[in-house]
């Protein structure tokens, strides 16, 4: 088993890395793919020296897998290269997500419409992702009308650049701005570019990647995403209207059993999802689960998870996981 980790310098790509390590990844080759600058460099793995090599050389070297993580523009132009040779890609980019001919893939919610065919596979947007892991075990039991949801996102889902930002802002050093505002100490309510209809683009994804990885049009999504000062994980506030009324033991019972969730929901001993909590974390958060008294079967959920791991890496690694178990790589 082959696998190719295209962006193994950066931030995800390094904790892509990592977990392949932690998992015990059942690889035999490691081809980790970097820009021309980081190319004969090496990287450590499993206490061993790999050299990073070019894209070109990776796609000679026909790996059964490539996990990308490399951005957009890389990814459309050098994943189809891979497909060709032969290659199953699981891209963390925007690039594929909202192709109709590309599955859109959380595993613990829509693994199974995998095939053999699909050679490229697009890992969805970070808030998305812990999002849907929640909504599916709830949607099949209740089945979900909207969803109202407000995110308080880690600076790490912008990338090194603004982790470094933050930092700089604390000691009071002048540096290089990801953000168009001070982070520290402020909230900023804009990720991604804005849209004509005032949406910012991040808020869109959440929208369009649900319908479209719970395969059903008819949940109603709206969502505002908001950039904060911290490291670790992404939050969420999700307020969810049902078809059918639920009971509160019901749902705690669902969530507790449904696949990668752990529920942290005990007020009386002010237990409840934090990104410090999240941090290096596999799994996705949920407490302060009660209902909305302001509306019929309605239920206020918050959500947490490490944006860089469940979020990114390690939801492209689950999927890899699922295409080596079903033999369909």
């Known amino acids: 088993m082959k696998v190719a980790v295209v962006g193994a310098t ?35 793995f499993k206490g061993k020296k790999f050299p990073i090599v070019s894209m070109d050389t990776a796609i000679s070297m026909k790996p059964d897998i490539a996990l990308f ?54 890992n969805p947007n970070c808030s998305t992702i812990q ?14 009308k909207r969803v109202v949801v407000s995110t308080y996102q880690s600076v790490t889902g912008t990338g090194v650049k603004a982790v470094e930002q933050l930092m700089n802002e604390r000691k009071g050093i002048d ?23 005032g949406y910012t683009k991040e808020e869109m994804k959440m929208v369009k990647e649900t319908n479209k ?66 941090h290096e974390k596999d799994e996705v958060f949920v407490g302060r689960i009660r209902r909305d008294e302001s509306a019929p079967k309605a239920l206020n959920l918050w959500i947490v998870a490490d944006n860089l791991r469940k979020g990114a890496a390690t939801n492209a690694v689950q999927i890899a996981e699922y295409l080596i178990q079903k033999e369909l790589v």
């Open 10 to 44: 950066g931030l995800v790509g390094t904790v892509m890395l990592k977990v392949l390590e932690e998992r015990n990844f059942p690889l035999t080759e490691l081809i980790p793919v970097a820009s021309e600058k980081s190319v004969g460099k090496e990287i450590t």
């Open 69 to 122: 993580s490399a951005g957009g523009n890389t990814s459309l132009e050098h994943a189809p290269r891979f497909k060709e040779a032969g290659t199953t890609v699981i891209d963390n980019s925007s690039a594929w997500r909202m192709d109709p001919a590309i599955k859109l893939i959380v595993p613990e919610v829509n693994a199974h419409e995998l095939s053999i065919d699909n050679k490229i596979i697009a």
């Open 131 to 144: 999002m849907v892991v929640v909504l599916k075990p709830l949607h099949d039991k209740y089945k979900i």
């Open 175 to 197: 540096g290089p701005k990801a953000y168009p505002y001070e982070i520290d100490l402020n909230v900023l309510p804009h990720i991604d570019v804005f849209m004509d209809n």
């Open 213 to 278: 990885i719970m395969s059903d049009d008819s949940i109603k999504v709206t969502a505002t995403t908001v950039r904060i000062p911290v490291m670790g994980g992404h939050s969420e506030s999700v307020n969810i209207e049902f078809e059918n009324d639920f009971d509160l033991a019901e749902v705690r019972s669902i969530l507790e059993k449904a696949p990668g969730i752990i529920v942290v929901d005990d007020v009386a001993n002010l237990k409840y999802p934090m990104p410090k909590d999240a």
